[in-house]
């Protein structure tokens, strides 16, 4: 990608050889890349007895032969690991659930369950509230996870029910002296009798009998949200939901961007036109420099780049990282480059003083620059909260005579900054290369891959790319 140190600088068209990095510049050295497993190596207890033996029977079923099965035991076998999925998703979501009710995520300095299963066990977000909110499911309706508890229950049919009979709604029944063991019979009914795929109408037909009138009016802006997920490659999706007045004041401004574009031979679908016009809309803030500060920074889209990359017009296959940590091409930074502050970075003494001493208490925008190209976001183990999030924290606290330096500063979200500062504690591990945290207790937060009954890392199936920008030693360096 263009980052070796070794290779021979590279010449481009005009002649021109771009600077050689000094040491300690940002890909100048670069440090040998540990897998996930080997840098996890400190890993959580194995699980419980219990739940051992269900892995290990799971891992002996996994390596049956299946070539020489009959389609009867094709069909038998997929049915009896579909009930196994069954149990195992309901076990997941009592837990979780009780878990969460007894606030068990604050060990791990977390603030609930759905974040924790985000930071631990890396489910994604719509999975974890998926898991929670089928758990609440159970909590309220015994005689249904009696049923699931015999695998007789779908994760896909507890969502369902989650989606429709609400805990308001159901709340709402139970104010109103309804009986509610009733229809939990009707729904498990429903889900265990000859007509399954009635569940939908089954459940809003008891949330119509219990509130014929549906929800009472409300501010129409409380059900606004917008919601935008980030993929690998760094592109986007967007969803979300405007009430009427809001989504008029919001077509009115992108439809006026995208008729002014509009030129003979657009071929153009209203849906990319309107998708170009929110991403003009964009440049126009960012550019017009009004938009509110963002920790003491205007916001802007950063990319981070080689020297040799951003001058050699070749275009050679090379990457840049973006401020979101996603993953770019190089052309994405050279082209943002052409109207651009360009900052160069270099992580030691021969550039920019990394270093300010006493003399300041906050954390310049150089120091905080570096910090977020070393943290990629906070640091607080489990949490993925990007750098735009985040305070920039003094290990040492300035009023404890701590210096304003790269080397005593680390980035963490405003909760975990809280929790840092009530007895939560970070130390660098320079022989990973990573922060790690500690309860009060002293006891250490552990992530990793997933484990065996013995409590030993699986095999490393996946090694993870190296980082773009591999800092050779944290902190200290240079």
């Known amino acids: ?54 892995i290990d029977a799971l891992l002996t079923a996994v390596d049956a032969e299946l070539s020489s099965a009959t389609s009867a035991q094709l069909l038998d076998r997929a049915r009896g690991l579909a009930r196994a999925q069954n149990l195992i998703t309901t076990e997941l979501a009592r837990v979780v659930a009780h878990a969460e009710t007894h606030e068990a995520a604050s060990a791990d300095g977390l603030t609930g369950m759905r974040p924790w299963l985000r930071g631990h066990v890396g489910a994604t977000g719509p999975e974890a509230a998926a898991v929670l909110a089928a758990g609440r499911v159970l909590e309220r309706m015994p005689v249904l996870a009696a049923a699931a508890a015999e695998g007789a229950v779908s994760h896909g049919q507890l969502g369902v029910i989650g989606r429709i009979l609400t805990a308001d709604v159901w709340a709402t029944g139970e104010a109103a002296g309804m009986d509610m063991t009733a229809a939990d019979q009707a729904v498990t009914d429903t889900i265990t009798g000859d007509h399954p795929r009635t569940l939908t109408q089954v459940c809003q037909r008891i949330a119509d009998l219990i509130d014929p009138d549906g929800p009472a009016p409300a501010d129409p802006t409380a059900g606004r949200f917008l919601r935008i997920t980030r993929r690998a490659d760094g592109s986007r999706t967007i969803r979300g939901s405007l009430d009427a007045a809001g989504g008029e004041k919001a077509e009115a401004a992108l439809e006026s961007i995208a008729a002014s574009s509009r030129c003979d031979g657009d071929l153009r679908t209203s849906e990319q036109r309107s998708a170009d016009a929110l991403v003009q809309l964009a440049d126009l803030q960012l550019a017009a420099g009004n938009l509110p500060v963002l920790r003491k920074v205007k916001p802007q889209l950063t990319a981070l780049i080689q020297l040799e990359d951003l001058a050699d017009p070749t275009g050679v296959a090379a990457a840049a990282t973006l401020g979101s940590g996603a993953t770019a091409s190089s052309l994405v930074a050279r082209q943002a480059a052409c109207d651009a502050d360009i900052a160069r970075i270099v992580l030691g003494p021969d550039s920019l003083p990394l270093d300010v001493g006493r003399a300041q208490r906050l954390v310049p925008a150089h120091i905080r620059r570096a910090a977020e190209v070393r943290d990629g976001g906070c640091v607080f183990t489990g949490c993925h909260a990007p750098a735009w999030w985040c305070d920039a924290h003094h290990l040492v606290h300035w009023i404890d005579g701590g210096d304003t330096s790269l080397d005593n500063t680390a980035l963490l979200c405003e909760r975990h900054h809280t929790q840092v500062h009530h007895g939560f504690a970070l130390s660098w591990d320079p022989g990973t290369g990573r922060w790690r945290t500690h309860r009060p207790d002293g006891t250490e937060i552990l992530t990793g891959p997933l484990t065996d009954t013995r409590g030993d890392p699986l095999p490393d199936l996946h090694t993870a790319d190296p980082p773009l920008f591999p800092p050779p030693s944290w902190p200290g360096a240079g």
């Open 1 to 54: 990608m263009g980052l070796d140190s070794g290779t021979p600088p590279r010449t481009t068209p005009s002649g021109w050889v771009p600077e050689a990095l000094p040491p300690g510049a940002l890909g100048a050295d670069r440090a040998p890349a540990s897998s996930s497993v080997a840098a996890a190596r400190r890993l959580p207890e194995p699980p419980p007895d219990d739940v051992a033996a269900v």
